[in-house]
């Protein structure tokens, strides 16, 4: 489906298209929470870079996250790109040069209506903040870590790949 999405302020609006849209994976790392997912997580769908239009581009500015080891030892510096508005702070996608043909734009930046999921995944509890609850339902799968399957393989196991 086509995915249209934009920032608050207005001054990005974006386009992709989107094999794998369903809003169902929340992630608790303290990057998502912190960066843009106030409520304790925040939802990366899967996208086609290639397809990926935008106006307002120079507005963009990109995080690359601290990622600080248990034990505190020295930070290293991830790889993904956070794509957000440097006017309004707004979090637009993420995208990793090691999978260059995807992207991740975040459900919260998304202005299309998407299809609701029958299930979610709850990933990285490990980080989660002590105040989060975890609002799973019964046939929902939680992972201290990351999952296995990939956003595209959820897809195809409930049949809801277009
Ligand atoms: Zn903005
Ligand atoms: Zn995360």
New binding site residues.
């Given amino acids: 489906m086509l995915l249209e999405g934009s920032?608050?302020?207005?001054?990005?609006v974006f386009s992709l298209t989107s094999a794998h849209p369903y809003p169902y994976q929340r992630c608790y790392c303290s990057i998502c929470r912190k960066t843009q997912g106030g409520g304790g997580y925040s939802i990366n769908l899967g996208g086609d870079a290639h397809s990926l239009k935008v106006r307002g581009r120079k507005?963009i500015a990109v995080y690359h996250a601290k990622i600080r080891p248990e034990g505190g030892r020295r930070a290293h510096t991830s790889s993904a790109e956070r794509h957000f508005?440097r006017?309004?702070g707004?979090g637009l996608w993420l995208f990793s040069p090691e999978w260059p043909e995807l992207i991740h734009p975040f459900a919260s930046a998304i202005d299309t209506p998407l299809p609701v999921p029958p299930e979610h995944t709850h990933l990285l509890l490990d980080s989660k903040a002590s105040w989060v609850e975890v609002e799973a339902r019964p046939g929902d799968k939680l992972f201290d870590g990351y999952p296995e399957e990939s956003i595209a393989q959820w897809h195809e196991r409930l049949g809801l790949s277009r």
């Fill in positions: 920032c608050h302020c207005g001054a990005v507005q508005c006017l309004c707004s």
